[in-house]
Nanobody, 127 residues
Framework: QVQLVESGGGLVQAGDSLRLSCVVS????????MAWFREAPGKVRSFVAG????????DYADSVKGRFTIARDNAKKTVYLEMNSLKPEDTAIYYC????????????????????WGQGTQVTVSS
């Protein structure tokens, strides 16, 4: 049974930083594509950042490029999302996701390839 457990969310002010963590169990992890998505109130779940397992290729949503960094620690089976210069529009529930089939860079931003999801962690940025 593959499980993803996120942590690190909270309430911060605009301009602050947060680091989210996602610990994975039950999968190889090192070959999994891992990603972060977010869902704001009244909006659909959208891609934030992703990292492939086989190549360490990364990609980001345009809205977070230059501010967020995704990283993985294969020894700890953990993926991180370092978020800097947070803005009120970053307020959302953040979800960690795993694609254990490593579907490819061209599918990194899509919801469909991800087989497993965490429960989400709330990030609230006040102005």
């Amino acid at each position: 049974q593959v499980q993803l457990v996120e942590s690190g969310g909270g309430l911060v002010q605009a301009g602050d930083s947060l680091r989210l963590s996602c610990v994975v169990s039950g999968s190889p992890f090192s070959t999994d594509t891992m990603a972060w998505f977010r869902e704001a109130p009244g909006k659909v779940r959208s891609f934030v950042a992703g990292v492939r397992g086989t190549t360490d290729y990364t990609d980001y949503a345009d809205s977070v490029k230059g501010r967020f960094t995704i990283a993985r620690d294969n020894a700890k089976k953990t993926v991180y999302l370092e978020m800097n210069s947070l803005k009120p529009e970053d307020t959302a529930i953040y979800y960690c996701a795993a694609d254990v089939h490593d579907s490819g860079a061209d599918r990194l931003k899509l919801l469909g390839p991800y087989d497993y999801w965490g429960q989400g962690t709330q990030v609230t940025v006040s102005s």
